[in-house]
């Protein structure tokens, strides 16, 4: 009879790609795990690894093998860690990667609340407008902005966001207010330094959507310096509107071209996988989705 366990210890060491790397991963000496394969081998009478000091690689038959029992060996192991997860609070560290300026349109409260309702859980937040690789970088959850491409990764839409045009009272009363979109080509624009690469604002109107080449001589990569360059009078900015509500219901800020905005783009939860998600990572996934959907990112 085949040794279960042994045929479990065969998907751990082709997962790690060594005997040393699943060891350490199981806690069990190298040799032993030598010792269950050459068992697994002779009972299945079959060679299933080629070895070597240095090179681990399958035989077709352990090819075979493995593509018709990993499946399943995930599966249970999935169905013990929800049983375990069931019966504990969530634990250990989530690392979150997020655009440079996501706290400029989220308020801190609600990370604040899942951190009050799990005390056991760490959350350490990676914030860059530079897309993360979620596996070589350990993240366990991104946030997305736009359409996301084709891949590997659980996607969960939160929601959308869009951007609005708007200029200091002071720029404009001593450069006009533009009452066409084709105007913004010869005002100062505001920008983050790749649009500034691109020199053109996508937008749309009520006959639909518009290409507008722009210039200016101040452009920034965070939305945050965009905002406070715009309240100092250097010019117009088209910037997430959650970020400028506060200024424009203060008068600091005013809509410009209001008819005008730029499309919506969706804002999603990414993640690599679902089956052997941590339970703090579920937590974490779950308590954001219900939060921001409810923010005023839908508003």
Not at 176 to 199: N, Q
Not at 218 to 243: D, V, W, Y
Request: one cysteine or more; glycine letters at 6%; proline letters at 5%.
């Amino acid at each position: 009879m085949v040794d279960l366990n042994n045929m479990a210890m065969f998907v751990q060491i082709v997962d790690a790609g060594s005997f040393a790397d699943a060891a350490r991963r199981i806690g069990v000496p190298p040799n032993t795990l030598s010792r269950r394969i050459t068992q697994l081998e002779e009972s299945l009478e079959v060679r299933l690894l080629h070895r070597s000091t240095r090179n681990l690689a399958l035989t077709d038959a352990g090819q075979s093998l493995y593509e018709r029992c990993a499946p399943q060996l995930i599966d249970l192991l999935e169905v013990g860690r929800q049983f375990q997860d069931g019966n504990r609070e969530p634990i250990g560290k989530v690392r979150v990667a997020a655009p440079a300026d996501f706290f400029e349109v989220f308020l801190m409260s609600w990370v604040k609340d899942f951190l009050t309702q799990h005390p056991k859980v760490q959350l350490d937040f990676v914030l860059s407008d530079n897309r993360s690789d979620l596996i070589a970088e350990g993240i366990d959850v991104a946030f997305r902005v736009g359409t996301l491409p084709d891949s590997s990764l659980v996607a969960r839409k939160i929601g959308t966001i869009r951007q609005v045009l708007a200029a200091s009272p002071e720029y404009l009363q001593t450069h006009g207010v533009p009452r066409e979109v084709e105007e913004l080509a010869d005002h100062a624009c505001i920008c983050s330094t790749l649009t500034a690469i691109r020199k053109m604002w996508q937008l749309v109107g009520s006959m639909g959507p518009v290409q507008i080449g722009i210039t200016g001589q101040f452009h920034a990569n965070t939305a945050r310096a965009q905002m406070k360059s715009t309240l100092a009078g250097m010019g117009i900015c088209l910037l997430p509107e959650p970020i400028l509500r506060d200024c424009l219901a203060t008068g600091q800020l005013v809509r410009v071209l209001p008819q005008f905005e730029s499309p919506s783009s969706d804002v999603s939860l990414v993640y690599t996988s679902r089956r052997q998600i941590p339970s703090a990572v579920t937590a974490f996934v779950e308590h954001a989705s219900a939060h921001l959907q409810m923010s005023s990112l839908n508003r």
